[in-house]
């Protein structure tokens, strides 16, 4: 009997060492390290930033304005249509001219009557002067017909006035085209009674051509007057015409806060007609400080400032803010925050944190970091 306790005290030293044995074995294993993220990562690279761009536009002439008539009245007759070409001197449309005409005859009429009474004026002064001379009248009389004479003669200018006026007022009555062109619209109807200054017509003159394009003012920044394009148009397939920017506009529409660019051809033809659609493309230049291009899924913000997760060498994450020079459709360009070689998360930018150990894992497509 004690044989056996013996026995069983032994076996339960030799289970109890095991176990403190293995124990010991346990705790002197380190825990494991926890596992990388992949992350979507690019090499970002120092470059001017230029990107080629195209724009829609359409065709127009260079000057192309209203056409009115200088004086109120009913339209009477309209001679030309919409799409019509005109010569310069042609007649376009008439108002009725009985006021006008009646106006002409009254000066006319005013000027005969002022230049009788100013031939008898000049007839009274040569009489009254001839007799002052040999003391026949007083001086106050002949300055009396002095002033007279004065009076006449004004009076005879003024009416000369107002019957030139008169006929430029009859002539006014007929709408003429002032240079070769065509006519764009047409926004008054025969009967209709027109104000002075009322737009009857719209008007292109005929030669030179341009293409006109809304730019963003994202945008704006990068082009100059005199810069360079190419412009395509869908009517005339497999041709392309260089041109240059003519004028950029100083301020922007006020509903879509684009600016008007025109640019003119440097070579037009016979073949562009009014109202084209074209399509201008053309370089569009950063800004000096816009070194770094980055797709815009690469951005974050840290607080209200934007920011970049940026891959450090120990391959941990930094977010760091970064200036931003110009958004454009799909990409920011930089202007500080970032070194050209520096790696950058590109997407999935939400699901990060920072300090976090990521495996950086090249895009899927080379265009996309490219972008």
Not at 105 to 114: K, M
Not at 348 to 358: F, I, L, M, N, R
Request: hydrophobic share 40%.
């Amino acid at each position: 009997m004690h044989q056996v306790f013996i026995k069983r005290r032994s076996s339960s030293l030799a289970a109890l060492a095991g176990a403190i044995a293995l124990l010991t074995a346990c705790a002197g294993h380190a825990p494991q390290a926890p596992s990388a993220s992949p992350v979507v990562a690019m090499t970002v690279q120092a470059g001017r930033g230029d990107s080629v761009t195209s724009y829609p536009g359409d065709v127009h002439a260079r000057y192309e304005m209203p056409l009115s008539f200088r004086v109120g009245g009913q339209l009477v007759a309209r001679y030309v249509n919409f799409g019509d070409r005109v010569k310069k001197g042609q007649a376009l449309a008439q108002l009725d001219a009985q006021d006008a005409g009646d106006n002409l005859a009254s000066a006319r009429a005013a000027l005969d009557a002022a230049e009788h009474r100013l031939l008898f004026a000049t007839q009274q002064r040569d009489r009254d002067e001839a007799q002052f001379k040999q003391n026949l009248i007083s001086k106050v009389q002949i300055e009396q017909t002095r002033d007279a004479y004065t009076s006449a003669l004004a009076a005879r200018e003024q009416a000369q006035h107002q019957w030139m006026l008169a006929q430029n007022q009859s002539r006014y009555t007929t709408l003429v085209a002032d240079h070769d062109g065509t006519i764009t619209s047409q926004d008054a109807d025969v009967g209709q009674v027109l104000a002075a200054g009322q737009q009857v017509f719209g008007f292109a003159w005929s030669g030179e051509r341009e293409v006109r394009i809304d730019i963003p003012e994202s945008r704006i920044d990068g082009l100059t007057p005199g810069q360079a394009a190419v412009i395509t148009l869908p009517a005339l397939p497999g041709r392309a015409y260089s041109a240059k920017i003519r004028e950029i506009a100083t301020a922007a529409d006020a509903q879509s806060r684009t600016y008007r660019v025109k640019l003119s051809f440097d070579e037009p033809d016979a073949s562009l007609e009014l109202g084209m659609t074209a399509t201008a493309t053309l370089s569009v230049a950063a800004r000096a400080d816009a070194a770094i291009r980055i797709p815009s899924t690469a951005l974050f913000h840290d607080g209200n400032r934007p920011a970049v997760w940026v891959v450090r060498r120990d391959s941990t994450l930094e977010l760091r803010p970064v200036a931003v020079a110009r958004y454009d459709e799909k990409d920011v360009w930089l202007a500080g925050g970032l070194q050209s070689g520096e790696r950058i998360v590109m997407q999935g930018v939400h699901t990060v944190s920072a300090g976090e150990k990521v495996a950086p894992v090249a895009p899927l497509h080379v265009e996309d970091a490219q972008s």
